[in-house]
């Protein structure tokens, strides 16, 4: 656990130290995102935040590498995270062009799909499923390749189009990392194999990534992370949670704590996770297409009736309704993890506290403290706000 935990520390010192670097070079190529007349912040912000999560990932790559415990713990965890690293600065590198050039949607849709078809070609992708009888359901190298490419491909776009209020992706998603942390360390404890993982090295790293950058990108954000950052992050978590199916077998992990069976086969949370933790700005999206069609008006006309304008209405901050929003998406993402791994009295009950702590802080802590500013900086982006490839 200390050698994750200096892991993280790296990533995130890396990261927030490079974030000046990447500022200065988004201003001397003009990668800056520009004022509209629907955008509330009122100044151009550098992009390129990506290229500092880029370096945070590849220092805590390097810096693991020599560390004792992880690197007896077998080749192909880092030859694993190599690779995905590699195409995860495929997509960065993609994501840089469109933040100076403004690439068209067709053209960032190809770069992942390269990127996507480089873990494919070097084996990472789904292979099998465990099914409840204790069998398991193979997949022909046809079929867990397009399966690969749907989820990659979908949470790249996910994390791209979420990326609106300052610091709510990479909130979102460090979380997310931190939750699958936890996931693949302690499955892997419970069932007695190896803690050195590729899952829990690569997670450990995008959650310091994301904590490093956050303390640039919080409201008032000093740098966006734009496409070369929510793409990266985007690919780097769906692929972490895809490797712990390409390092055991599905009799290898099936046990949860107390000698239970882990109750939602947890090879099928690498396919959950992603999507659970943008369930709620993936929701708020569903939800402005059917408000918007409903009133006769195009789905991607734009509207001030998103989950954070609600929020901002009901009295909080821009601060906390970002915070409000991580709030949620650590519900979402502990609570599967635990529900996951856990059983009995003890389970419901943290999941129930954590519930009602989530919902009081939501709806009962506007009206005790009032914020000093309820103007937002940056608005969630609309469907046509900065185009993406989506499936």
Not at 48 to 54: D, E, P, R, Y
Not at 126 to 134: E, L, Q, T, V, Y
Request: aromatic share 8%; hydrophobic share 55%.
């Amino acid at each position: 656990m200390r050698e994750y935990l200096l892991v993280f520390l790296v990533a995130a010192s890396v990261t927030y130290l490079l974030t000046v670097v990447a500022r200065e070079i988004a201003l001397r190529t003009g990668a800056v995102a520009p004022v509209r007349d629907r955008d509330v912040h009122a100044e151009p912000i550098p992009y390129l935040g990506g290229i500092a999560m880029l370096g945070g990932l590849v220092a805590a790559y390097v810096v693991a590498r020599e560390l004792p415990f992880l690197s007896n713990g077998g080749p192909f965890v880092f030859e694993d995270a190599k690779i995905v690293l590699i195409a995860g600065a495929m997509v960065c590198g993609i994501g840089v062009l469109d933040d100076i050039f403004d690439l068209d949607a067709l053209t960032k849709f190809g770069g992942q799909v390269l990127a996507v078809g480089l873990l494919i070609y070097s084996g990472l992708q789904f292979n099998f499923f465990p099914r409840p009888d204790g069998y398991q359901l193979a997949l022909d190298p046809a079929q867990g390749a397009l399966l690969t490419l749907v989820v990659v491909v979908a949470t790249v776009n996910a994390v791209n189009f979420v990326d609106g209020l300052d610091g709510l992706a990479a909130g979102v998603v460090g979380i997310g990392a931190a939750a699958f942390f936890l996931f693949s360390y302690q499955l892997a404890n419970l069932n007695g194999a190896s803690l050195a993982t590729t899952a829990a090295l690569l997670s450990a790293s995008l959650a310091g990534a994301c904590v490093g950058f956050l303390a640039h990108n919080f409201h008032p954000a000093r740098l966006f992370m734009g496409d070369s950052g929510s793409m990266l992050i985007g690919l780097v978590l769906s692929t972490t949670a895809l490797t712990i199916t390409t390092q055991f077998r599905g009799n290898e992990l099936t046990q949860g704590a107390d000698g239970s069976q882990a109750s939602l086969l947890p090879f099928l949370l690498p396919l959950a996770l992603p999507i659970l933790i943008l369930i709620v700005p993936l929701v708020d999206l569903v939800l402005a297409v059917v408000r918007r069609t409903r009133a006769g008006r195009s789905p991607f006309a734009p509207d001030k009736q998103h989950l954070h304008h609600r929020l901002l209405e009901i009295g909080h901050s821009h601060r906390r309704a970002v915070a409000i929003m991580w709030l949620w998406a650590a519900l979402i993402a502990f609570g599967t993890v635990l529900a996951s791994l856990y059983t009995g009295p003890r389970m419901w009950g943290s999941l129930g506290v954590m519930a009602a702590v989530t919902v009081v802080l939501t709806f009962v802590l506007p009206r005790f403290a009032k914020p000093l500013s309820a103007v937002p900086q940056e608005g969630l982006p609309e469907p046509d706000a900065e185009p993406s490839a989506t499936l």
